[in-house]
């Protein structure tokens, strides 16, 4: 018989599109009062707390800064399949330098050349799905050249309108795509980031349940310390009023002042060991230092069945660390299939279709040299042309080889730690169930000593006002209580953070017979 906590743990659905997972971690309660402003109480149940440090908590914003990153690099390799369209200007390209002329018969000139020129280009490029891609580009601008002879300082002066209107073609043959092999990388890299947001999120979900349960014990420690300085100072009461009567000695009285002021220093001890930990919870969960807060909670469990095969079958397939090493095998995959293709036969095959037309007249205004152009353009003929490229490593002295020896070692390595993750995993949940079983059982047995010692000490106090006991067999009793108290507040914390355990380790609720993870696809809303 196995155990579950019944005070509204469930799981909290994080809903994006882009998830490969879903996190219902915990069934969200907004029954908590917000406050109004920075100095209202915040009332915070396990639910809400769940919920603000899912929202608002460091660690949660900087996975979502990385799961983000990962999402727009899985985009960008997506954009790379649809068309571009690429604008180059030059407003202007003005240069003037001196140029080097060597003569056969006789010592270098130098001549002074200077350019000045106006104009741009654009590309339209169609990626195909095989990898390769067709382009039209255009390319127009006008040009002023000079130059100075050094032989006998002439300058001579031309312009001219350049226009040229190209098609072209490349395509990769006999090896991989590389685009969607990049795309299937991104898109793993995406996957695995994806998962381990989901695996730091429950891990999220058990560390602020451990804060939690932390803030409630040593909230609940305060409570019994309190409580032991009003029974101390109840029995100093009794003892002052029987002193008086001459019914107990004077040192009895004494015993009764050092009992209060020792629980006095004890109950101090215990509130100021709950603001550090409050301090710390608040910043786990994301809320500001100076928000005063009041935890909601109490001591209540429900029992359900756990199946330890139901348990492992689940967790196998439903923990993001599978699901992560899954894609570092893929990847490594990738990896390999790349270094194969060091000594990989390839073929490229481009071709271009080029019309170019350059003004003729020398001088004149814009519009009459860019129908210069284009009229030239008609007459002149096209330049084009077909090139296939055939590529082979005849001899490499290994390279390839080592590279590849390497890729299928990285593969293996990572194919061994799926293997050993999954013993661990199996392990992991073994090791859980015995926990929450034994956490119960130690609960249900400090349950019945709390109850024995509540009885013990009432009786004891009756015994104390009827003189039948002294104060120093009281304190005693007193102390007993509280030692009893604590036992049992540890072994209800050590179950409820058991019981989360489980939940963080199989992702199934036992209790309802559910997972707590929904599939969706990766590449949703991309």
């Not at 036969?345 to 279709?353: G, Q």
């Not at 104060?471 to 989360?500: G, H, K, P």
């Amino acid at each position: 018989m196995i155990m579950s906590v019944g005070t509204g743990i469930g799981m909290k659905h994080v809903m994006t599109s882009s998830w490969k997972y879903f996190l219902p971690f915990i069934t969200i309660s907004f029954s908590c009062i917000l406050p109004t402003n920075a100095q209202d109480t915040l009332l915070i149940s396990y639910n809400n707390a769940i919920r603000i440090a899912l929202n608002e908590s460091f660690s949660i914003q900087s996975h979502i800064k990385q799961r983000d990153a990962m999402h727009h690099y899985y985009g960008f390799y997506k954009a790379t399949f649809k068309p571009r369209f690429d604008i180059s200007l030059n407003t202007p390209l003005w240069q003037e330098y001196v140029n080097q002329i060597d003569r056969p018969d006789g010592l270098p000139v130098y001549n002074s050349y200077g350019s000045f020129q106006v104009g741009g280009s654009t590309k339209f490029t169609y990626v195909l799905p095989t990898g390769g891609d067709i382009g039209l580009s255009a390319n127009l601008y006008q040009e002023n050249l000079s130059t100075i002879l050094d032989s006998d300082d002439e300058e001579l002066k031309t312009q001219q309108f350049y226009s040229r209107f190209l098609l072209s073609f490349t395509q990769p043959l006999f090896t991989r795509n590389e685009l969607k092999e990049n795309l299937k990388e991104a898109e793993y890299l995406y996957e695995r980031a994806v998962h381990f947001f989901t695996r730091n999120q429950m891990d999220i979900v058990y560390e602020v349940s451990k804060g939690f349960y932390l803030l409630y014990k040593s909230d609940k420690e305060v409570e019994i310390a309190v409580e032991k300085l009003q029974n101390s100072q109840e029995s100093h009461r009794i003892a002052t009023l029987k002193a008086e009567s001459g019914r107990v000695a004077k040192a009895d009285v004494l015993s009764t002042e050092v009992s209060v002021a020792s629980d006095q220093a004890n109950l101090l001890k215990a509130r100021n060991n709950y603001k550090n930990i409050e301090e710390a919870f608040k910043q786990l969960i994301g809320l500001p230092a100076g928000q005063p807060i009041q935890i909601l909670a109490d001591l209540n469990y429900e029992v359900f069945e756990i199946d330890k095969e139901r348990a492992i079958e689940e967790a196998l397939k439903n923990r993001p660390e599978i699901q992560e090493k899954n894609m570092d095998i893929n990847l490594s995959s990738i990896q390999l299939d790349r270094a194969k293709r060091v000594r990989e036969f390839k073929a490229y095959l481009s071709a271009y279709y080029d019309l170019t037309g350059i003004s003729t007249l020398g001088t004149g205004s814009t519009l009459d040299l860019a129908r210069s152009s284009f009229d030239n353009l008609i007459y002149r003929p096209p330049n084009r042309g077909v090139t296939l490229t055939l590529t082979y490593p005849i001899y490499d002295w290994g390279r390839g080889r080592q590279r590849t020896l390497e890729a299928e070692i990285r593969l293996e390595e990572k194919e061994l730690e799926l293997e050993n993750l999954k013993t661990t995993i199996r392990r992991e949940v073994r090791e859980i169930i015995r926990t929450v079983r034994e956490s119960h059982e130690q609960m249900e047995i400090h349950k019945q000593n709390l109850d024995l010692a509540r009885e013990s000490y009432n009786i004891s106090g009756l015994r104390f006002e009827n003189g039948d006991i002294s104060n120093q067999e009281l304190s005693m009793e007193r102390e007993r209580l509280v030692n009893v108290q604590l036992t049992y507040l540890d072994a209800f914390v050590t179950y409820q953070l058991a019981v989360n355990d489980l939940k963080r380790k199989t992702l199934w609720d036992f209790a309802n017979n559910r997972s707590y993870l929904i599939e969706n696809n990766p590449g949703d809303g991309l």
